[in-house]
């Protein structure tokens, strides 16, 4: 099946500091990718669409500037957290899918920032 | 905006027993409606998918049902097992190729007392 990876799985990070996360997409090409965070004891919430090649879409409410993504390769996304504060605390994972199939999501990152 | 509404957000039932999540959708070009699993600190895993031309879809224990005038879809999960114990989540996507982004429910938290 197909096998979506993502590191570090695990972050501490100092405040004010940037992080940046990989997610990659082992066995197959994907031109689009997504990003969800996840709060405890909530949903996932569509951060942004990933476009290899192009910029990528954001959901009403996230900050572009301060979610950086990049999806350089059509293996490959980056999300950097820039400038992280407590409140960016979170789980992030991302998700991918095969050509016309299911989206299958990475193990995520669990971000603290401190 | 699209809107995923799920319930009920916990639900507590005796092995053996069944049980039923409901979740409701309000984009009707939504024709793609996935039911993920997730463990605690583990990423979402797909159980099950139904596609808007479909009205009902089983696959051993677990079962869903389509009601697109409605826009309602449901999850049943027969002769429940402690290990279906996990948060499950609902999603619809306007499924195009692999760039349909997910709109998740808020999740049902499922415990199988043994």
């Known amino acids: 099946g197909a096998v979506v990876s993502q590191h570090p799985s695990r972050v501490i990070c100092k405040s004010g500091t940037s992080v940046k996360i990989e997610c990659r997409s082992l066995d197959f090409q994907a031109t689009t990718m997504f990003w969800y965070r996840q709060f405890p004891k909530q949903s996932l919430m569509l951060m942004a669409t990933s476009n290899e090649g192009s910029k990528a879409t954001y959901e009403q409410g996230v900050e572009k500037d301060k979610f950086l993504i990049n999806h350089a390769s059509l293996t490959l996304s980056t999300l950097t957290v820039t400038s992280a504060h407590p409140e960016d605390s979170s789980f992030y994972i991302c998700?991918?899918?095969?050509?016309?199939?299911?989206?299958?999501f990475g193990p995520g990152t669990r971000l603290t920032v401190l | 905006g699209e809107n995923v509404e799920q319930h009920p957000s916990t639900l507590s039932v005796q092995e053996g027993d069944s049980a039923v999540i409901k979740c409701t959708y309000s984009d009707s070009a939504s024709n793609y409606f996935p039911w993920y699993k997730q463990e605690l600190g583990k990423r979402p895993q797909l159980i099950i998918d139904?596609?808007?031309?479909?009205g009902e879809k089983k696959d051993q224990r677990i079962a869903v049902t389509l009601n697109k005038t409605a826009k309602h879809f449901s999850l049943h999960i027969t002769e429940t097992q402690p290990e279906d114990s996990a948060v499950y989540f609902c999603a619809a996507s306007r499924r195009s190729g692999n760039t349909g982004k997910l709109i998740f429910g808020q999740g049902t938290t499922l415990q199988v007392k043994p």
């Open positions: 998700s991918a899918s095969p050509e016309g199939g299911t989206q299958y």
């Open positions: 139904i596609r808007s031309n479909v």
